[in-house]
């Protein structure tokens, strides 16, 4: 049983130090300046500008949750790990003829993720 508890708690740390589940670049380069994980959206714009793309999208994400036993069974709250969805939004930039688009997720009020696109035509 303690066993399984550590598994859990090892994959429900992994979650929430968010550990990424695709590669992702950390920045991305916007007319000499450079916007990263972390930053604010309004920096995003004064930077990069305006999207071509904006969506809201829904990331699913392990999640920690406790499920409590009845007294009379004699067990103590129990942990477990689900997939939920997390809202966030993306944002798509084009980065001229040729070169891969610019997705930056946001979520929570800063940037969480940059990575490239699809390849512009």
Same mark, same amino acid.
């Given at each position: 049983?303690?066993?399984?508890?550590?598994?859990?708690?090892?994959?429900?740390?992994?979650?929430?130090?968010?550990?990424?589940?695709?590669?992702?670049?950390?920045?991305?380069?916007?007319?000499?300046?450079?916007?990263?994980?972390?930053?604010?959206? /309004?920096?995003?714009?004064?930077?990069?500008?305006?999207?071509?793309?904006?969506?809201?999208?829904?990331?699913?994400?392990?999640?920690?949750?406790?499920?409590?036993?009845?007294?009379?069974?004699?067990?103590?709250?129990?942990?477990?790990?689900?997939?939920?969805?997390?809202?966030?939004?993306?944002?798509?930039?084009?980065?001229?003829?040729?070169?891969?688009?610019?997705?930056?997720?946001?979520?929570?009020?800063?940037?969480?993720? /940059?990575?490239?696109?699809?390849?512009?035509?």
């Amino acid at each position: 049983m303690r066993t399984i508890h550590r598994t859990l708690w090892s994959i429900a740390a992994a979650a929430a130090l968010g550990v990424p589940s695709v590669a992702a670049s950390q920045s991305m380069g916007c007319n000499g300046y450079l916007v990263g994980k972390g930053d604010s959206p /309004v920096s995003l714009l004064q930077k990069c500008g305006e999207p071509i793309y904006r969506q809201a999208v829904c990331v699913s994400m392990l999640q920690l949750g406790w499920v409590v036993t009845p007294p009379y069974r004699g067990g103590g709250p129990s942990a477990i790990l689900s997939n939920q969805c997390v809202p966030m939004e993306e944002w798509t930039y084009d980065r001229g003829a040729g070169a891969f688009f610019g997705v930056v997720r946001i979520y929570n009020g800063t940037i969480e993720s /940059v990575r490239d696109g699809d390849r512009s035509r």
